[in-house]
């Protein structure tokens, strides 16, 4: 079953090609495949029903396929940029800090980048390697991120309002501090990602990974969890209100110490989430 899985990933992943952390996405979402499958399997569900249902929780595949561009990022734009992006580097670092005009960032080799305290406001970073680069306190409102490297990245107090970061390598990325309001990750590597004082307002993870991360001592207002791996996931002490676990294994997070509304409770009562020790507020 785990070869029909695969196909399934290869084939909607199919048409666009490579982009940053391909491999990696690709494997993270068929462990999540894989684990869904077997839970249905213990249910006693067959072969065929398991598989069928397994694909229905990943429904709107489409969806976040459709939000990464078909381009080529070894188009000759892209040359031309990775051609030249050692020499204009630095002027474009300069003309952003001095306020006299903005570049585009897209399909570009910008590892290590200081955009710190910059006004980055609806940019599109998508198809980037920005590995270990630094954004701490700029705003990123409306920012795109699609399909692009941002691991060892620095978030820290940034402005992410509304803000769209889908197919990324994040991996030990800081968010501490950060706004993500109205924020969409979409099938996203969290791996060693910090979200320590971060806001969590009308947030949304679609098909996201974020199994073993920690949301503790967090307020999280209208946040939507959807078809995402919560696995070992930890939730203590955080106040939810609002939640939504669409599809998501919320029955493997840890709710410990944890506040909630009515309505977030009963939902997770439902997924068979363990609420001992849990507030309603």
Do not use: W
Request: contains cysteine; hydrophobic residues 35%.
């Amino acid at each position: 079953m785990e070869t029909k899985l695969k196909q399934f990933l290869d084939k909607a992943f199919a048409p666009y090609g490579d982009f940053p952390s391909r491999a990696d996405i690709m494997s993270e979402l068929l462990d999540n495949l894989k684990e869904k499958y077997s839970d249905l399997k213990s249910e006693g569900l067959s072969d065929e029903e398991a598989y069928d249902k397994t694909i229905q929780s990943f429904g709107n595949v489409e969806e976040i396929m459709n939000e990464i561009p078909h381009e080529d990022p070894k188009s000759t734009l892209h040359d031309e940029i990775e051609k030249n992006v050692k020499e204009s580097l630095k002027a474009t670092f300069n003309m952003v800090k001095s306020g006299i005009g903005m570049s585009k960032f897209g399909a570009s080799d910008l590892k290590e980048i200081d955009l710190s305290d910059t006004d980055l406001k609806g940019e599109n970073f998508s198809f980037s390697d920005l590995a270990n680069s630094d954004f701490s306190n700029s705003n990123l409102t409306k920012a795109v991120f699609r399909a692009a490297s941002l691991s060892g990245s620095n978030f820290e107090n940034a402005t992410l309002i509304e803000t769209e970061i889908s197919a990324c390598d994040l991996q030990n990325v800081n968010f501490k501090g950060t706004n993500l309001t109205k924020t969409v990750f979409k099938a996203d590597d969290f791996r060693g990602v910090k979200f320590e004082d971060t806001i969590l307002f009308e947030k949304r993870f679609i098909n996201c990974d974020l199994h073993q991360r920690s949301f503790d001592n967090l307020e999280l207002d209208s946040v939507t969890f959807h078809g995402s791996s919560l696995r070992d996931t930890s939730f203590k002490n955080a106040t939810l209100q609002n939640v939504n676990f669409h599809h998501s294994d919320a029955k493997r997070a840890d709710f410990s110490g944890a506040k909630m509304d009515k309505i977030t409770f009963a939902l997770l009562k439902n997924s068979k989430a363990n609420l001992e020790n849990v507030e309603i507020i």
